[in-house]
C-alpha cells in the first residue's frame, strides 16, 4: 500500500476522522484510506454523470441541427393527424 501525507487538513474534519477511529477500534489509517476511497468513488460518480449530461447534450444539439437540415416534406407531418373527410 502507498504512504500518503496530507497536509493543512482541516482540524474539524481531523477531530472526525480521529473520532471514527476510536469508536470503531481502528487507526486512523485505515478510517482515513476508508474515507479517501468513499469520497473519491463519489467524485467520480459526479464527474461521470457531468460528463454524460455534456455528451448527451452535444449529441443532441447536433441532431436537432442535421434534422433541421431536412426538408419539411420529409418530416413535415410527423405528429400531426390527416383527417379524410
Not at 49 to 57: A, G, I, M, W, Y
Amino acid at each position: 500500500m502507498t504512504d500518503l501525507t496530507v497536509h493543512n487538513l482541516r482540524p474539524k474534519l481531523d477531530e472526525r476522522l480521529r473520532r471514527l477511529a476510536e469508536l470503531q477500534g481502528l487507526s486512523l489509517d485505515t478510517v482515513a484510506a476508508e474515507a479517501l476511497a468513499i469520497g473519491v468513488d463519489a467524485i467520480e460518480d459526479r464527474v461521470r454523470k457531468h460528463l454524460l449530461n455534456t455528451r448527451e447534450q452535444v449529441a443532441l444539439s447536433e441532431a436537432i441541427t442535421q434534422i433541421e437540415k431536412v426538408p419539411d416534406s420529409a418530416f413535415g407531418m410527423i405528429g400531426r393527424v390527416v383527417r379524410r373527410d
